[in-house]
């Protein structure tokens, strides 16, 4: 049995010390979307970086296959409140990606096919945080969770975690992404609770 399961909404929901504050605890996986899901045919899928000094880096799916994959099991947080623990992804670490790339940048904006983008400090992508992935629980991202491919930032709120990922842009100044320009907080950090500016 589920930890929640349907019948029980009325009590007290499940906490512990591994949920930020304010969160609860699921089993099944929530869809949240701001829009209609994007089709991307693989053949035309590619992920672009561009630096701030407009130095392009491209790669084809094919390409991003190639590269060395990661597997990892996260627990993720959105802003909504419910948290999911020991989700299993698999992808292309962003320190993979952004090793042949030159750049005094210090923000990045994620954009993803339909439009959406988040802002996030380069730093937070950097060092084993962030993966750009392609595979959930052992098989290919379903397209309502993100595929051909989405970011996966699990230390911050999930609304950072980019579907349908795109490209990213390399900036010298911090641009807030779909979210942030409408009031959610500018970094999301779930063990801060900062979910609204001001947080
Ligand atoms: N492109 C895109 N990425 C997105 C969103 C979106 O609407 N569009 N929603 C964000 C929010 S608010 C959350 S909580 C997670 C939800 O991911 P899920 O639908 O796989 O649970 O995706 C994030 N990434
Ligand atoms: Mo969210």
């Known amino acids: 049995m589920g930890i929640v399961s349907p019948g029980f909404q009325g009590r007290p929901r ?7 504050p304010g969160q609860y605890l699921i ?3 929530p869809v949240l979307s701001a829009g209609p899901t ?5 053949g035309e899928w590619e992920f672009v970086i561009t630096t701030e000094t407009g130095q392009v880096h491209r790669w084809s799916w094919p390409q991003f296959q190639e590269l060395p994959g990661e597997t990892r099991k996260v627990d993720i947080h959105c802003v909504t409140k419910w948290s ?4 299993m992804w698999r992808g292309v670490s962003l320190d993979t990606l952004l090793a042949e790339v030159d750049t005094a940048a210090e923000f990045a904006l994620m954009d993803s096919y339909g439009g959406y983008t988040t802002n996030l400090p380069l730093e937070d992508l950097l060092d084993g945080q962030a993966w750009i992935v392609y595979e959930y629980d052992g098989a290919d991202l379903p ?5 051909p491919a989405r970011l996966l930032v699990p230390h911050l709120y999930f609304w950072k975690s980019a579907k349908w990922v795109h ?12 979210w942030e320009t ?13 979910r ?3 947080d």
């Open 38 to 42: 994007p089709q991307v045919p693989l």
């Open 143 to 147: 397209p309502e969770h993100g595929g």
């Open 84 to 87: 999911k623990l020991g989700t």
């Open 27 to 29: 089993e099944d996986f």
């Open 182 to 194: 409408i009031g959610y907080h500018d970094y999301g950090d779930p063990w801060r609770e900062q």
């Open 14 to 20: 499940p906490t512990g010390p591994h949920l930020p």
């Open 167 to 178: 490209g990213m842009r390399l900036l010298l100044e911090d641009e807030p992404g779909f």
């Open 196 to 198: 609204y500016q001001g």
